[in-house]
Structures are given as structure tokens and as C-alpha cells.
């Protein structure tokens, strides 16, 4: 490998060792709180350390066990960002404002939005499912094989 490729890949290893704090800092903000308000003083600091370390132990866990990561992102991408962005607004609004009086042509434009996304949502997860499949798949024919090779 050439000097060039190492030198970027240990600067993208530089750069996500420094800023995995600063990606940390919500979760950790969100589940650490509730779990210190149960210690004494005495045992804040160390509690703290133990659990940031668990969540980093635990997402290097799934990093170190799910190596297809991209599928994964794909699958968990067409089920949420559809029902977050395109089929639950839609629905909230008109729940929300249907005793307000919403014209018709506003509640027309949600049901197709919703529509669109449900749309999404139902070809995105199939791809991303297939494509988990076939993947998957492929990697048993190619052990059979080389354990029939043997």
C-alpha cells in the first residue's frame, strides 16, 4: 500500500477519534443524567466514566458485529426517515387542525404526501431487505464452495 493511503487513513482514524466525543455528547447528555441522580456525590465521576465507556464499548460492539453497515443503514433509512418526514407530519397536521377546519385541498395535499411516503417506505424496504438477502446470500454460496473445494 502506498505511503499516500496510509497517511489518509490514519488522519480519518485521527479525525474520528477526536470527534466521537462531540458525536456522543446528546446521547450521553439524554442517558447519563438519570442514572447519576440515583448515586451518591461520592460515586458521580466514576458512575459517569463507567457508563460513557459502556456506550462506547457498546457501539464499537455493533461497528465490530454488523460489518454490512450500509445495508443496515439503508433498511433502518427507508423505514424511518419515511414514516418521520413524509407519512407522520402529514397525518399529525391533520389530526392536529381537523377541528379547526382544514380546506379540502390542504387535507388532499397531506393524503398524497402520506401516499408518496408510504410509497417510499414500501419500495426502500424491500430493496433494502432484497439486497440484505442477496448479500447474505451470496456469502453462504461462496462458503459452500470453498468448503466443497476442500
Known amino acids: 500500500m502506498s505511503s499516500t493511503y496510509q497517511g489518509v487513513k490514519l488522519l480519518y482514524s485521527f479525525g474520528i477519534f477526536i470527534t466521537f466525543a462531540l458525536q456522543f455528547y446528546v446521547p450521553a447528555e439524554i442517558l447519563i443524567p438519570p442514572v447519576l441522580a440515583r448515586v451518591s456525590v461520592r460515586w458521580e465521576r466514576p458512575v459517569d466514566m463507567l457508563l460513557r465507556t459502556v456506550l462506547v464499548l457498546f457501539t464499537c460492539a ?23 418526514a413524509l407519512i407522520f407530519p402529514p397525518i399529525l397536521q391533520i389530526l392536529t387542525f381537523h377541528t379547526e377546519g382544514l380546506s379540502p385541498l390542504v387535507t388532499i395535499k397531506n393524503a398524497a404526501i402520506s401516499l408518496i411516503g408510504l410509497i417510499g417506505f414500501i419500495t426502500g424496504t424491500y430493496i433494502a431487505i432484497e439486497k440484505i438477502i442477496e448479500r447474505n446470500g451470496l456469502k453462504s454460496t461462496e462458503a459452500f464452495s470453498s468448503f466443497m473445494v476442500q
Do not use: M, R, T
Request: glycine fraction near 4%.
Open 62 to 84: 455493533l461497528a465490530i458485529l454488523i460489518p454490512e453497515l450500509d445495508l443496515v443503514i439503508s433498511l433502518v433509512g427507508s423505514v424511518s426517515s419515511s414514516f418521520l
